[in-house]
């Protein structure tokens, strides 16, 4: 949030980061007082694909679709969806046509004697094709099944849901990120990615019970594939890739990073990724980890365990922050990233969040994170807990990025959302709050404490007795202009 260039993608596979649920303030809200754009959007729901017929026709591939018409070898299935990719390209309008009536359309043309010799060379497996094809077009509850594949993924193309709402352009919206003109000087916005199909989906709940809403549901688990979603992501982030390559052209960068929460489903191991989608995804990420940086792309992987996420991503990753809990193979991965191993000690100490009162978050991070290390030494702190504690200590810049904007200075905790629209903190009021005489003697006391030992970073002498020191350090506080803005 402080960069106020940078703007922010989270690709959200729960939804967690959309409806903030279990989060101790409004990550949005915080964003929206910053002055940030807000947007979130989600798949199944909000966001309308490129016409693009061949990534239609791989959407289609890895539905039931082909095995809902008659039982086909994967071979003879994909000629079968590349001979649909061929007739939808002839068709200049077909993601804005009615679902029904493009499917029977299409399936009448594969009955053809030219399109069925490309997909058997057989007359006698041609005939049983055109004959389970037809099966198809003459019963009602054979085409609702077929259709039931089909429908989901035209309907990503459209642009409305099936319940009327509009959809938005998934490049409009990604562009919109880093589209500096449009913005016209203002923060950068911060867009949700909501890859979920649980919970509150409006055209679902809109529907009664019965016929309507079963195909609803099943339309839902249809868009809820891994394979699905890792495709739609494929495409987005090779457009992205795309849009940075000519961007550095010009000689200017992107300047965006992209954030995937619960990232082993999208970047595991490749001989853990169960899904061939889900294994391409991975190694095109582990590839943008080497060759986006140049272009102003970051990348941002939250998982629970380093050995969960693509080892190329991992060891290319500048800044790596591990919370408590790791062990084992884990810890042993995260010390190839250190000088020295001996580090890992002041890790291990680390005591439960839930045995501390009140709770404390300790974090080990390693990379160029702090002006104090020069190597590969990590630095160790807690999180926050208390955001009215996180607004005082960053008071300064927080308060200069409100003004900057013409906007007034506020506090307080930005409230969840809830039901309603993003809501910003509110104005301070003029008397000073309870307990900041105590606050500020507090300061005044870790100030000195500071300034006694300058020339070990602020750190008391023996603080870290039996760990290995950084050789690369020189110097102490004093070395260090406050008044400079930080390098990062």
Request: overall charge negative; some cysteine.
């Amino acid at each position: 949030m402080r960069n106020p260039d940078q703007g922010f993608i989270v690709v959200d596979p729960q939804g967690q980061f959309a409806s903030e649920t279990g989060f101790p303030f409004s990550l949005q809200a915080w964003a929206a007082e910053m002055g940030r754009e807000v947007v979130v959007r989600r798949v199944s729901e909000d966001l309308r694909l490129e016409k693009d017929a061949p990534l239609f026709g791989e959407l289609l591939g890895k539905t039931k679709l082909t095995g809902e018409i008659t039982k086909m070898a994967p071979e003879t299935a994909g000629l079968f969806i590349d001979e649909l990719v061929k007739l939808l390209r002839k068709r200049s309008g077909w993601d804005t046509e009615d679902s029904a009536g493009l499917l029977r359309e299409l399936l009448g043309s594969l009955t053809e004697a030219g399109v069925l010799g490309r997909i058997y060379v057989d007359e006698t497996r041609q005939a049983r094709l055109r004959d389970a094809v037809l099966d198809v077009l003459d019963d009602a509850d054979r085409f609702g099944d077929v259709f039931s594949q089909f429908q989901p993924l035209h309907n990503l193309f459209s642009p409305a849901n099936p319940g009327g709402g509009r959809r938005h352009s998934m490049w409009g919206t990604i562009a919109h990120v880093f589209d500096k003109a449009q913005r016209a000087g203002a923060p950068a916005p911060m867009l949700v990615l909501d890859m979920s199909t649980s919970g509150q989906v409006s055209w679902v709940s809109s529907l009664l019970a019965g016929p309507e809403q079963a195909a609803a549901v099943e339309a839902l688990r249809v868009l809820d594939q891994d394979s699905i979603k890792a495709a739609i992501l494929r495409k987005a982030c090779r457009t992205l890739k795309e849009a940075s390559e000519s961007a550095f052209r010009l000689g200017e960068t992107l300047n965006t990073m992209v954030v995937f929460d619960e990232a082993w489903r999208y970047a595991p191991p490749l001989h853990l990724a169960g899904d061939e989608e889900v294994k391409a995804l991975s190694a095109d990420i582990a590839g943008y980890f080497r060759d986006t940086r140049k272009f102003g792309i970051g990348w941002t992987l939250i998982s629970q365990s380093p050995r969960s996420v693509n080892a190329d991503c991992f060891d290319q990753m500048a800044v790596r922050v591990m919370g408590y809990g790791l062990g084992g193979a884990d810890l042993a991965k995260v010390a190839e990233q250190m000088d020295d191993a001996e580090h890992l000690k002041l890790y291990r100490a680390f005591a439960p969040p839930d045995a501390t009162r009140p709770k404390v978050y300790p974090f080990m991070v390693t990379g160029p994170v702090s002006p104090l290390s020069f190597t590969k030494a990590p630095v160790f702190l807690a999180a926050y807990t208390d955001f009215e504690v996180f607004r005082a200590d960053n008071h300064p810049w927080i308060s200069q990025a409100r003004r900057s904007q013409g906007l007034p200075v506020l506090s307080g905790v930005p409230r969840l959302r809830g039901a309603g629209p993003v809501v910003a903190a509110q104005v301070p009021r003029s008397t000073a709050p309870a307990g900041a005489g105590k606050r500020a003697g507090g300061t005044k006391e870790a100030l000195e404490r500071v300034r006694e030992n300058a020339a070990t970073g602020g750190i008391a002498a023996g603080a870290f007795a039996g760990l290995a020191g950084d050789a690369g350090f020189s110097g102490g506080l004093g070395s260090i202009d406050d008044d400079d803005p930080p390098p990062f």
